[in-house]
């Protein structure tokens, strides 16, 4: 009997070891896993701040912070400002991988993304399912941000344009009134005066105040349609006035609105200007498609230096390289040819050409 309670005392003791170890085991991996969440998460979040908040450095780099914690491969289709661009990272050579399937997007900007995960990391609460979950929410607060910066970029453009149409409005109103005042003076000598003065300037003045405030109540798409020129005096015009060496190949007549598309190459043509590319020509053709009544217009170059063009950030507003630029040329450019139910797209590929396809709607004469 007192053999029994030796050997018993001795396995409580036994347990009461591996339960000690067990529990400080436990406690480890538990302490080393919430440093290790501590550390991915803090990552993403300097990430995010070295990026300066901006989504698809964000989401370029966060790629090791994903991977650390049991992310085997991202498979990404992103669709920045009518831009188009696919990543993938990883590999899926690990067995019983989970797939999860993920959207965040904003207006223009949406990323589709899958991940190929460790059936470990697919579990909600766990460390990997926390990180994930903290990686798309700053994703989509950085989306959140670009689109509140161009909300708020409209709205003072908005307040500026309004402004500016009020100032030319009571000028064109007061030019008017001051018209029909010539009529009024009473003194003879005065009237005579201000008669000889003002009465081969005032009215004209007055017709093109009139003018102006009926072009300011039309649609952009009617300011001025009717006229009738060719594409090829408008880039022409372009061309000289940012003395761009161009060899301009093919012509079409239009009645599409010519300030509209004026501005639509100005901001096109002011990029090869302001980021200067080979020596060569810049070589532009014009093309009409009968069938589909397109007007397909290529302006080609050639890079120097082993240049590489970020294409889905092309048409992002405010994102320049240029010191001088305010990166709205080509975002304005693309929504210019929206309203005349045109398109721009930008291309590159390895025999170092680049540059941009733009197609209108066949409004030939």
């Given at each position: 009997?007192?053999?029994?309670?030796?050997?018993?005392?001795?396995?409580?003791?036994?347990?009461?070891?591996?339960?000690?170890?067990?529990?400080?085991?436990?406690?480890?991996?538990?302490?080393?896993?919430?440093?290790?969440?501590?550390?991915?998460?803090?990552?993403?979040?300097?990430?995010?701040?070295?990026?300066?908040?901006?989504?698809?450095?964000?989401?370029?780099?966060?790629?090791?912070?994903?991977?650390?914690?049991?992310?085997?491969?991202?498979?990404?289709?992103?669709?920045?400002?009518?831009?188009?661009?696919?990543?993938?990272?990883?590999?899926?050579?690990?067995?019983?991988?989970?797939?999860?399937?993920?959207?965040?997007?904003?207006?223009?900007?949406?990323?589709?993304?899958?991940?190929?995960?460790?059936?470990?990391?697919?579990?909600?609460?766990?460390?990997?399912?926390?990180?994930?979950?903290?990686?798309?929410?700053?994703?989509?607060?950085?989306?959140?941000?670009?689109?509140?910066?161009?909300?708020?970029?409209?709205?003072?453009?908005?307040?500026?344009?309004?402004?500016?149409?009020?100032?030319?409005?009571?000028?064109?109103?007061?030019?008017?009134?001051?018209?029909?005042?010539?009529?009024?003076?009473?003194?003879?000598?005065?009237?005579?005066?201000?008669?000889?003065?003002?009465?081969?300037?005032?009215?004209?003045?007055?017709?093109?105040?009139?003018?102006?405030?009926?072009?300011?109540q039309q649609p952009l798409s009617e300011f001025y349609e009717?006229?009738?020129?060719?594409?090829?005096?408008?880039?022409?015009?372009?061309?000289?006035?940012?003395?761009?060496?161009?060899?301009?190949?093919?012509?079409?007549?239009?009645?599409?609105?010519?300030?509209?598309?004026?501005?639509?190459?100005?901001?096109?043509?002011?990029?090869?200007?302001?980021?200067?590319?080979?020596?060569?020509?810049?070589?532009?053709?014009?093309?009409?498609?009968?069938?589909?009544?397109?007007?397909?217009?290529?302006i080609a170059s050639h890079k120097i230096n082993d240049q590489?063009?970020?294409?889905?950030?092309?048409?992002?507003?405010?994102?320049?390289?240029?010191?001088?630029?305010?990166?709205?040329?080509?975002?304005?450019?693309?929504?210019?040819?929206?309203?005349?139910?045109?398109?721009?797209?930008?291309?590159?590929?390895?025999?170092?050409?680049?540059?941009?396809?733009?197609?209108?709607?066949?409004?030939?004469?």
């Open positions: 009997m007192e053999h029994f309670s030796e050997s018993l005392i001795q396995w409580l003791w036994l347990a009461l070891i591996v339960i000690g170890f067990s529990l400080f085991f436990t406690a480890y991996y538990f302490r080393r896993q919430s440093k290790r969440l501590n550390r991915a998460l803090s990552s993403l979040y300097e990430l995010n701040q070295n990026c300066h908040q901006d989504a698809l450095d964000f989401f370029n780099q966060a790629w090791s912070i994903l991977n650390s914690v049991g992310c085997a491969k991202i498979n990404a289709n992103i669709e920045w400002f009518g831009e188009r661009k696919t990543v993938v990272k990883g590999s899926e050579e690990r067995l019983r991988l989970v797939k999860q399937v993920h959207s965040v997007s904003r207006e223009d900007m949406r990323f589709e993304i899958v991940l190929f995960v460790t059936k470990d990391a697919n579990q909600l609460e766990s460390m990997a399912g926390l990180v994930i979950k903290t990686f798309l929410n700053i994703l989509e607060q950085n989306l959140v941000l670009k689109q509140t910066e161009i909300l708020t970029s409209q709205k003072r453009l908005e307040r500026y344009q309004l402004f500016v149409q009020h100032e030319i409005k009571n000028i064109a109103q007061f030019i008017q009134l001051l018209s029909e005042q010539l009529q009024t003076v009473g003194n003879e000598e005065a009237k005579l005066k201000l008669v000889e003065r003002l009465v081969n300037t005032l009215p004209p003045m007055a017709l093109r105040a009139r003018k102006t405030v009926e072009h300011m009717g006229n009738v020129y060719t594409l090829k005096d408008l880039i022409d015009d372009v061309v000289q006035m940012y003395s761009l060496n161009v060899l301009l190949e093919g012509n079409v007549s239009t009645k599409l609105p010519r300030q509209v598309l004026l501005e639509v190459f100005k901001n096109i043509l002011g990029n090869f200007r302001d980021h200067p590319s080979s020596e060569e020509p810049i070589h532009i053709s014009i093309n009409h498609n009968g069938l589909e009544q397109k007007v397909n217009i290529r590489e063009f970020l294409s889905e950030r092309m048409f992002e507003p405010f994102w320049t390289t240029s010191e001088s630029g305010m990166g709205l040329g080509l975002f304005l450019s693309r929504e210019l040819l929206k309203q005349l139910e045109g398109q721009i797209e930008f291309y590159q590929n390895d025999r170092a050409e680049f540059g941009f396809i733009i197609e209108l709607p066949g409004l030939v004469t």
